[in-house]
């Protein structure tokens, strides 16, 4: 039912920028909270970024002030600005979905992957 794409990933020199774009089928996306994870090979998956419904974000410590969430329930797109970017940064990106409806429940894309290579 609920089907998450990401886009926007490739390659990137160090420094350099990238958005990154979730579009989210399904009626639920305006009510539902919204993350950026990533995952880097070896590594365990790390929160990036999330927002609420209700416009609320927050960042992770290493991308604090060089990333940005943003949605735009028009359109059912989730977005992450990612400036200055780092060889850190590097990773698989996955776009997730919360919320609750009697239960709870997630839902996951299939990531897009991002590399910053110097």
């Known amino acids: 039912q609920v089907q998450l794409v990401e886009s926007g990933g490739g390659l990137v020199q160090p420094g350099g920028s990238l958005r990154l774009s979730c579009a989210a089928s399904g009626s639920i996306f305006s009510i539902s909270t919204m993350a950026w994870y990533r995952q880097a090979p070896g590594k365990q998956r790390e929160m990036v970024a999330t927002?609420?419904?209700?416009?609320?974000?927050n960042y992770a410590d290493s991308v604090k002030g060089r990333f940005t969430i943003s949605r735009d329930g028009a359109k059912n797109t989730l977005f992450l600005q990612m400036n200055s970017l780092k060889p850190e940064d590097t990773a698989v990106y996955f776009c997730?979905?919360?919320?609750?409806?009697?239960?709870?429940?997630?839902?996951w894309g299939q990531g897009t992957q991002v590399t910053v290579s110097s």
């Open positions: 997730k979905m919360i919320i609750r409806i009697d239960v709870l429940r997630s839902y």
């Open positions: 927002v609420t419904s209700g416009g609320s974000t």
